[in-house]
C-alpha cells in the first residue's frame, strides 16, 4: 500500500516511523510547510519531501495520515477525499461540528474510508477490557471513571486541556459502555494556559451509567489510568503500563495483556481497512460524538451549568 504523511509535527513523526517500518506498506512521502524539516525527514526515512499537500495526493496514494493542526483538517481532509484518497486524520476529526460533517458526509460520498486516530481504542488494555466487559466478568458496568493528568506541554496552544487530553477518556468511557453520552457537566479553569488547563468532567450514558473524567496540565508526572466498575468486579486499567487488575470478592487477578505500541495497532488498522474493506473501530462517526462531548463540556463549564447532547 503506498501511503503519505500531510504534517510533520511530533504525530506525524511517529506516523512516518511506523508506516517506514511495516513490510506491506510503501511510504510514498512526506508534506510539510517547513520545507527544512520535511527535507530533513524524507531523508531519514528514504522518501520523497513536499511542501503542498495537493501535490503528495497526485502521487496515486492508497491513503495518508494527516497530521495538522485541528484547524486545517477540514480543508485538507476535504483535498483528499476529493483525490479519492482514504485517510486517517488525527483526533478530533475537526475543529467543530459543521466541520466534521462535511467531512464525514465527503468520505460517505466519495466511498473513502475515513478513521480518526482515537489512539486509546488501539491501546492493548482497553482492548482487552472491552472483552472482558463483553464477556460479562465483571457484571453490569455503572461507574467508569479515568485520570488523564501530567505537566503542561507548551506545544499545545490552539486548543484546553479538555479538547487535547479529556476527548480520549470521554471517547474511550463510550466506547467501553458501548453508548452514546447524553449530558455532560464540568468544572473547569484556567491558571497556566490561555485556555481551561484543568477539568473534571461528569458523563451521563442512558439507564444512569455515569463516567467521570479528571484532567490537567499542573501534576508533575504523568498520570493514565482507568476504572470500571461492575456490579460482579472492578477493573483498574493503567494506559501507560498497559496493566489490567480485576478485582471481585474472592479474587484479585492480573489480566493477561499482550503490550504493544498504540499507535502501530492503529496504522495497522488502517492499513488493513484500507486494503480489504474491514470495519474501522474509530470512524468518522464515532470521532464526531466524542468531539460533541467535549465541545459540550467546554459550554459547561463557561455556563455553570449541565449540557444536554442530542
Not at 506498506?25 to 530533513?40: F, H, K, N, P
Not at 439507564?207 to 508526572?221: A, C
Not at 474501522?280 to 465541545?295: D, K, P
Request: hydrophobic share 40%.
Amino acid at each position: 500500500m503506498r501511503i503519505g504523511v500531510i504534517g510533520a509535527g511530533a504525530m506525524g513523526q511517529n506516523h512516518l516511523r511506523i508506516y517506514s517500518e511495516m513490510q506491506n506498506v510503501e511510504l510514498a512521502g512526506i508534506c510539510d510547510t517547513d520545507s527544512t524539516r520535511a527535507e530533513y525527514l524524507a531523508k531519514k526515512y528514504g522518501t520523497k519531501p513536499y511542501f503542498d499537500h495537493k501535490k503528495l495526493l497526485e502521487q496515486g496514494l492508497d491513503g495518508v495520515s494527516i497530521a495538522v493542526p485541528t484547524t486545517l483538517h477540514a480543508r485538507v481532509a476535504l483535498d483528499t477525499i476529493d483525490s479519492g484518497t482514504h485517510l486517517l486524520v488525527e483526533k478530533p476529526v475537526a475543529d467543530n461540528l459543521e466541520n466534521a460533517d462535511v467531512i464525514i458526509n465527503a468520505a460517505h460520498d466519495a466511498k473513502v474510508k475515513l478513521m480518526v486516530g482515537h489512539i486509546e481504542r488501539y491501546n492493548p488494555a482497553v482492548t482487552r477490557l472491552k472483552e472482558i466487559i463483553g464477556s460479562g466478568m465483571l457484571g453490569k458496568i455503572v461507574s467508569i471513571s479515568s485520570r488523564r493528568v501530567g505537566p503542561y506541554n507548551p506545544r499545545i496552544r490552539d486548543v484546553g486541556i479538555i479538547m487535547d487530553l479529556g476527548v480520549h477518556d470521554v471517547d474511550v468511557i463510550s466506547y467501553l459502555y458501548g453508548r452514546k453520552i447524553n449530558e455532560v457537566y464540568t468544572i473547569a479553569g484556567s491558571d497556566i494556559h490561555s485556555f481551561e488547563d484543568h477539568a473534571s468532567i461528569l458523563l451521563r450514558c442512558d439507564n444512569n451509567l455515569s463516567g467521570m473524567v479528571e484532567t490537567n496540565w499542573l501534576t508533575p508526572h504523568k498520570i493514565r489510568n482507568l476504572t470500571a466498575i461492575g456490579l460482579k468486579g472492578v477493573a483498574y486499567l493503567d494506559y501507560i503500563k498497559q496493566t489490567l487488575e480485576l478485582h471481585d470478592e474472592m479474587w484479585i487477578r492480573t489480566a493477561k495483556v499482550e503490550t504493544r505500541e498504540p499507535l502501530k495497532n492503529e496504522l495497522e488498522h488502517f492499513v488493513k481497512a484500507i486494503s480489504n474493506g474491514s470495519t474501522i473501530v474509530s470512524n468518522g462517526e464515532t470521532s464526531r460524538h466524542a468531539l460533541q462531548v467535549v465541545m459540550a463540556a467546554i459550554e459547561s463549564y463557561q455556563t455553570g451549568k449541565a449540557v444536554e447532547i442530542k
